[in-house]
């Protein structure tokens, strides 16, 4: 049974009001609309994160970061978010959706979440990437507004990782250190408060927080569609990227940034498929790129 | 608005009746479960060509070969074929769907045509391809079956043809000639007498026959989601293919090969993005691969 690891995601700034004041029952009730619920939270000077049942929640005091997978109706909830604290407190809004392979199987499409969004937001709808291959479907308030310096993002979304790496994510049992291990965490997050979560039989989900920076990671470790995403706002030049390349071995993966050049960022044994690059009108510059790894070979197809 | 040009298709193989002495009226109903109907036709010594609204049907004595697309319900014509031919004089079945990027708008998807297909056959369902890429799920029939020497088929599935044959094939008011010149018939199908549709405001289908040799064409023109589609029994070791995409400089294709090694067939300009390839239990050898253009470079997003 396929699950649909890709995420729907959304990132709101609001000026007038201190998000992180509103209280986790605000949170709770918010992320009930996108029919996931809360698992646990860290906090730290600048933000909050919430583990969700599908994802992550991040709040800081001007803007949220919602970001869930499989089934959920992510629209219901970014509606509810800005109704809550007023259209008129809305700085910016980026609203976004990975193109699914089981869109039968979703509650909305994303045609049905731009027309819910225009009924109260005037916005733009740009496609990213071709609609016959991966493709990410990004909608964003039409209102002039200026990235802060360090607003950058990076969502590394990987499909198709090793049958090796696969295999061990997928034994049932592990304890969160074993997890944090396999990811080299240590490594990668040196000095990050985690809190984790391992799903049984399997699946994994992660939020880090060290000052302003943030991370976290999704794992859908299931052979022959296992997909695994981060999103952070640590630099994808620093040895971040290959480390977990390194470790997952994903056959293909896509890229979002903003506020970063992709291009130079091709590694080893992976080639660019495609990239698409575009300064929104919102204000900022969003690159999508995807990357395969060279050596595919002949393979057998998969009886079922 | 998106239209899904990737095709559905069957071929069955029957025994103790001439499936071309049916007549048409047999053939327009069966065409009519599929919620397609048929336009003209053109027959040879030992082939009935029939066009249709949504692709082509072919018939010789002892096989069919069916293929529709866009919102069609292939599985009910392949059903009623089974029935009313009777299941004991099926030799060979096998029944093939590409993986859909709108699959919410079909009206069944193929796990749904799966549960069908297996009231009544006893199959075998293969998936080709990576789950989160193209990939093409094939079902057939277990029975032992032994093609003929010559019983080889190419589908060249081509997808983002350049934009200034997308724009050449998107004018209105072609005749059918001048398509025919784009495409270079007289080159890649010389002598053959073909059937052919310019649809209105545009689209174009062609079914062609020369001897035991047949091919058929299916154009989606439009910008951003072009598709055309080929499949014949013509060699793709002739100068056949690379003609084709000489002409329509497609982004992508697939190609899917019955009885034939594609892994060297590789042209220049393309890689090889995945190839899959098995000897399948009811006789056949099936090669599923993806190639697209190595020159990307960098896009802009499409505003919607």
Redesign the interface.
């Known amino acids: 049974m396929?699950f649909e690891g890709s995420e729907k995601k959304f990132e709101a700034v609001f000026s007038g009001v201190d998000l992180r004041t509103l209280g986790v029952d605000f949170y709770r009730e918010l992320v009930a609309k996108s029919q996931a619920e809360i698992l646990s939270s860290i906090s730290n000077d600048v933000c909050d994160a919430y583990l969700l049942s599908e994802s992550s929640l991040f709040v800081w005091s001007d803007r949220v970061l919602m970001i869930t997978c499989g089934r959920t109706t992510l629209i219901h909830a970014c509606l509810h978010m800005i109704n809550k604290i007023g259209k008129e407190n809305l700085e910016s809004l980026i609203f976004q959706r990975k193109?699914e392979?089981?869109?039968?199987l979703?509650h909305t499409?994303f045609d049905d979440d731009l027309k819910i969004l225009r009924e109260t937001v005037d916005g733009?709808?740009?496609?990213?990437?071709?609609?016959?291959?991966?493709h990410n479907c990004?909608f964003h308030y039409n209102k002039p507004f200026t990235p802060a310096e360090d607003d950058k993002t990076f969502e590394l979304l990987m499909?198709?990782i090793s049958d090796e790496q696969s295999d061990f994510l997928t034994t049932e049992g592990h304890t969160q250190q074993a997890i944090r291990d396999f990811f080299k965490f240590d490594k990668i997050l040196p000095g990050f408060e985690i809190d984790d979560f391992v799903f049984n039989p399997y699946g994994y989900s992660m939020n880090a927080l060290k000052g302003d920076k943030y991370c976290t990671i999704h794992v859908t470790p299931q052979k022959?569609?296992s997909?695994v995403s981060f999103e952070t706002n640590i630099s994808m030049e620093s040895n971040f990227m290959s480390t977990i390349l390194d470790v997952l071995k994903p056959?293909?993966f896509d890229m979002v940034a903003f506020e970063q050049n992709i291009?130079g960022l091709t590694p080893d044994n992976y080639?660019?498929?495609?990239?698409?690059?575009?300064k929104i009108d919102c204000g900022y510059r969003?690159d999508?790129g995807h990357f395969?790894r060279r050596d595919?070979?002949?393979?057998?197809?998969?009886?079922?």
């Not at 080639?271 to 575009?278: A, V």
């Not at 595919?296 to 079922?304: Q, T």
């Open positions: 396929f193109n392979y089981y869109s039968h979703q499409t733009t709808f740009l496609l990213f990437g071709h609609e016959h291959e991966h990004l499909y198709d022959h569609y997909y056959d293909s291009a080639d660019s498929r495609m990239l698409f690059s575009e969003v999508f395969y595919a070979g002949v393979k057998a197809p998969r009886k079922l």
